[in-house]
């Protein structure tokens, strides 16, 4: 059976950190990434990863506060996320792409984990 659990969500305050982690489990993946979705909004890219993670992506609104990780296709992946604001406020979602490179498009992941809450009071 193939899983992805991710764990790490909370309740902080704007400005605190969270590091969230997503284990794998029934297969490996070539490549991953971080997804949101803020309620009444579409789910959105947050960050790939390949499969060394020697090479990443991020979205604008991210980009010089999280920082996406992964060792090999057999560690955890993990996104630390540093001064967090009220708008990173969502559910975090781990996505596993089987083959090809890191994707920002949600259609090309072939699984999903259920999702770690994330939510930064002002």
């Known amino acids: 059976q193939v899983k992805l659990v991710e764990s790490g969500g909370g309740l902080v305050q704007a400005g605190d950190s969270l590091r969230l982690s997503c284990v794998a489990s029934?297969?490996?993946?070539?490549?991953m990434g971080w997804f949101r979705q803020a309620p009444g909004k579409e789910r959105e890219f947050v960050a790939a990863i390949n499969w060394s993670g020697g090479s990443t992506s991020y979205t604008d609104s991210v980009k010089g506060r999280f920082t996406i990780s992964r060792d090999n296709v057999l560690t955890p992946m993990y996104l630390q996320m540093n001064n967090l604001k009220p708008e990173d406020t969502a559910v975090y979602y781990c996505?596993?792409?089987?083959?090809?490179?890191?994707?920002?498009?949600?259609?090309?992941?072939?699984?999903w984990g259920q999702g770690t809450r994330v939510t930064v009071s002002s």
């Open positions: 996505a596993g792409r089987l083959s090809g490179l890191p994707s920002t498009y949600p259609g090309s992941y072939d699984y």
């Open positions: 029934g297969r490996t993946f070539f490549a």
